[in-house]
């Protein structure tokens, strides 16, 4: 059974699960309901969100990134799923994906944050079913879920989580810390304090 993360809850991933080498951080979001013919019925709108992986040195300066426009980090280590402009999914059915190859990052790379923006500029609210997991890629299992829809409001960027190396061993910590922007690079100076 997957662990609950609420904001700031950390996890050691050498303890939860001790042979992960591929891990995947997934993102997955319902589509929109607004009202229709004068407020009579609903209907579906399509939601563009976007997952990124940031991939920070030990002097805490950004190295690479891994989002719609850069599929790849340079190293090979980090691959996206692709751009997902629908939304839709269901629960624990991610509609981007992210995988982590660990064991390739390279070893001046300490801290990887993952980052989610509504390219739209539509705010969180109203957006359902917006949750993000980390899983094993070989056995498929969901080690932590942690649950966006709850707090997200008239934001339009979420610093979702941070992958870190800490004595050795990798770490995951739910950073949860709201902000605005279309692309991540908006979300820079809150990530810089949580590093």
């Not at 904001?7 to 997934?26: C, R």
């Not at 709108?45 to 850069?70: G, H, I, T």
């Not at 299992?141 to 610093?159: C, F, M, P």
Request: with cysteine.
């Amino acid at each position: 059974m997957p662990i609950n993360l609420s904001k700031g809850a950390n996890i050691s991933l050498a303890k939860e699960a001790p042979s992960l080498t591929d891990a995947v951080l997934g993102l997955g979001w319902g589509k929109r309901k607004e009202k229709a013919f004068f407020g009579m019925t609903t209907k579906e709108v399509d939601v563009d969100l976007d997952a990124s992986c940031l991939l920070f040195d030990d002097n805490k300066k950004l190295q690479d990134a891994v989002w719609f426009r850069q599929l790849k980090s340079k190293d090979g280590s980090i691959r996206h799923s692709g751009d997902d402009l629908t939304g839709g999914g269901g629960d624990d059915d991610p509609n981007e994906e992210i995988l982590v190859q660990l064991n390739a990052v390279p070893d001046n790379i300490t801290t990887l944050v993952f980052t989610v923006n509504s390219f739209l500029n539509d705010s969180f609210d109203g957006i359902p079913s917006a949750f993000c997991t980390l899983k094993d890629k070989k056995t498929g299992k969901i080690i932590a879920k942690y649950d966006l829809s709850v707090e997200g409001g008239s934001r339009t960027g979420l610093v979702i989580a941070k992958l870190y190396r800490h004595n050795n061993e990798w770490k995951f910590k739910a950073l949860g810390e709201w902000g605005n922007g279309r692309t991540f690079d908006k979300l820079l100076p809150i990530i810089s304090h949580l590093l």
